[in-house]
Every structure is written in C-alpha cells, then in structure tokens.
C-alpha cells in the first residue's frame, strides 16, 4: 500500500472497530481476535481501488454495529418502561 492517505484510513477503521468491539457480545477478546483475522487475511492487498472497496466495507460493518448497539439500547429502555 503506497498511498499514505489509504493507509491513514485503514488505521482509524481498525481503531474505530476495535472501540466499538468493546461492547460486543461475545466479549472483546472474541471481536478483536476476528477484526484482527480479517484485516491481516487482506494485508497483502496493494490495487487501490480494492483498498478503497474493502474499507467501505469496513465503513459499514461500522454502521451496522452502531446500528446493533442502538437496539439493544432502544430494547433495554423499551424494557425498563413497557413491562
């Protein structure tokens, strides 16, 4: 990967997953042995537009886990009032 502002990228996606994996589930250890498998499973990658396809990707699973934590908050307090 020879473009520094990809790179920069593919660094704050990996920090931002590992914050939010923090509240997953499973556990901590569990997301970031599995966040950690698969950004090292396309490390080799050096086509930029791949890159790029492969951090939207990123970007979403970002959304879609917000998006998980939100229900579970939504769920939590629907809960605590509507019995």
């Known amino acids: 990967m020879?473009?520094?502002?990809?790179?920069?990228?593919?660094?704050?996606?990996y920090k931002?997953?590992?914050?939010?994996?923090r509240e997953y589930p499973m556990g901590y250890p569990y997301f970031r042995d599995r966040c950690k498998?698969?950004?090292?499973?396309?490390?080799?990658?050096?086509?930029?537009?791949?890159?790029?396809?492969?951090?939207?990707?990123?970007q979403f699973v970002v959304k879609e886990i917000e998006a998980l934590y939100m229900l579970r908050k939504y769920r939590t307090l629907k809960k605590r009032?509507?019995?």
């Open 16 to 21: 931002t997953l590992l914050y939010l994996g």
């Open 37 to 58: 498998a698969a950004f090292m499973k396309n490390k080799d990658k050096t086509d930029e537009e791949e890159i790029k396809m492969l951090i939207a990707r990123g």
């Open 81 to 83: 009032y509507y019995e």
């Open 2 to 13: 020879s473009n520094p502002k990809l790179r920069a990228q593919v660094i704050e996606l």
